[in-house]
């Protein structure tokens, strides 16, 4: 599969962006080649029918009031985001998990110039819970993950993030984005984000976008589709830890750090 990233910069004269990019997509499909198309989508529902995934908000930068941007918009569902998409997925845009390289000739004033920075030295925007909510959010949301960072030059927490092979199981995970949700006040305090998975589990990503750390619960009767788990005793699974944790009864609860998550799997006990 080869993937295109179509942007919209620098639009030509005489085009519409809905009309450039479907006018691509029906190129690449004519190939006969499989392709994944991306593209910045202009907020019609045409964008389910024209590509593989489209981004759905700004351009996702390196830094938290940019994430928690994101984040934001993504609370509410859109109408252009369609009932289920048949081609394509919303987009988030990129993730920069554990920073860019630093080396200010990395790729260099010059293009290429002599970079990349040496192995694992990084210039970093977020802080590491930053960088853990933002996965953790992205991959719940299910639409795709692009990596902004060299793969050749990681660090032990880029390895740590990137290759979780749990979180990337709920990431791949067949039900879709549509049932991705946000339960509780959605408050400045506290965000409850669940995903049902299709061994009758759940994802949940307990998020504070507060200034400071916050305790956040998530009652399993409140969970869409898992209704039948009120007053339940469940298992729970911290996923970054990759550890089970007490099984729990109704609820569970976490102190979570200023802009942090915690990322847990719930399954019957």
């Given at each position: 599969m080869d993937?295109?990233?179509?942007?919209?910069?620098?639009?030509?004269?005489g085009f519409t962006a809905e009309q450039l990019t479907c006018n691509m997509s029906n190129a690449l499909l004519n190939t006969g080649t499989d392709f994944w198309f991306n593209f910045h989508c202009w907020h019609t529902d045409t964008c389910a029918k024209c590509g593989t995934s489209y981004r759905v908000f700004d351009d996702h930068h390196d830094e938290w009031k940019s994430t928690s941007s994101v984040i934001k918009f993504m609370q509410k569902r859109e109408p252009f985001w369609g009932p289920d998409p048949e081609?394509?997925?919303p987009d988030m845009d990129f993730v920069y998990t554990g920073g860019q390289g630093c080396n200010h000739t990395d790729p260099g004033p010059i293009w290429p110039g002599p970079g990349p920075s040496p192995p694992g030295?990084?210039?970093?925007?977020?802080?590491?819970d930053e960088y853990v909510s933002e996965f953790s959010i992205w991959a719940l949301a299910g639409g795709q993950i692009v990596i902004s960072s060299d793969p050749r030059n990681m660090t032990a927490f880029q390895k740590h993030i990137w290759f979780n092979k749990e979180v990337i199981a709920v990431f791949k995970d067949v039900?879709?984005?549509?049932?991705?949700a946000m339960i509780g006040d959605g408050g400045a305090k506290a965000q409850v984000w669940i995903r049902p998975t299709s061994d009758g589990g759940c994802a949940v990503v307990l998020h504070n976008p507060n200034e400071a750390s916050a305790k956040i619960t998530v009652t399993f009767g409140d969970i869409p589709k898992r209704s039948a788990w009120k007053g339940k005793m469940l298992n729970v699974r911290d996923l970054w830890a990759g550890m089970d944790l007490p099984a729990a009864s109704g609820s569970y609860s976490a102190t979570v750090p200023k802009h942090g998550s915690v990322m847990i799997k719930l399954t019957a006990a």
């Open positions: 993937f295109v990233k179509f942007d919209g910069c620098d639009q030509p004269e081609g394509g997925w030295v990084r210039c970093p925007g977020q802080t590491i039900p879709s984005f549509k049932d991705v």
